[in-house]
């Protein structure tokens, strides 16, 4: 696939079944996510690569965090099997540092792109993604179950496999309302 076929066609998977990228793909994924724009090079990234195990001991951290947000019953008992909608989730993380040139927006953005890459890759290669969010990526709990300090930021949880159905028709936009041109 030619990389603008890509950028023009990308869409979400939400439905994601086993195979997980491995090997030279993921490898493919992670320099990907490694070349993303990073003003003074500050590699303001950590990635956490959950598989297998890894993918429920998210889900803890997910149930824990609904308990002590003291969240309905139902929302309890689906926290744990959220991870377990793909056989691979990486929890993206913005590691902010102070500098006088490179603001925090901008370290956040580089990891946001970072995100955007690992998914192009993963699609290049025949696999499909969902980049999520949510309230767990906000949340001090998961923050903290994943030794994060608190200037660091969870920018998504980028979800990885194969696709099981095939992926929504997306409505194309119309580039005028969201485009203009100073001449």
Known sequence: MDALTLLLNRTSQPRLDEPAPSADALENIKCAALRAPDHASLTPWKFIVCEGAGLNKLGALFEQSAIEADKSTKEIERAPLLPLRAPM??????????????????????????????????????????WRTGSYAQCDTVKNGLGLSEEDEIVGFLYLGTAAVEAPERKSHDTAQYFEHWS
């Open 89 to 130: 989730v990486i929890v993206a993380i913005a590691k902010v540092t102070e500098h006088q040139k490179v603001p925090r927006v901008e370290q956040v953005a580089s990891t946001a792109c970072a995100v955007m890459a690992m998914q192009l890759a993963a699609i290049a290669q025949g696999f499909q993604g969902m």
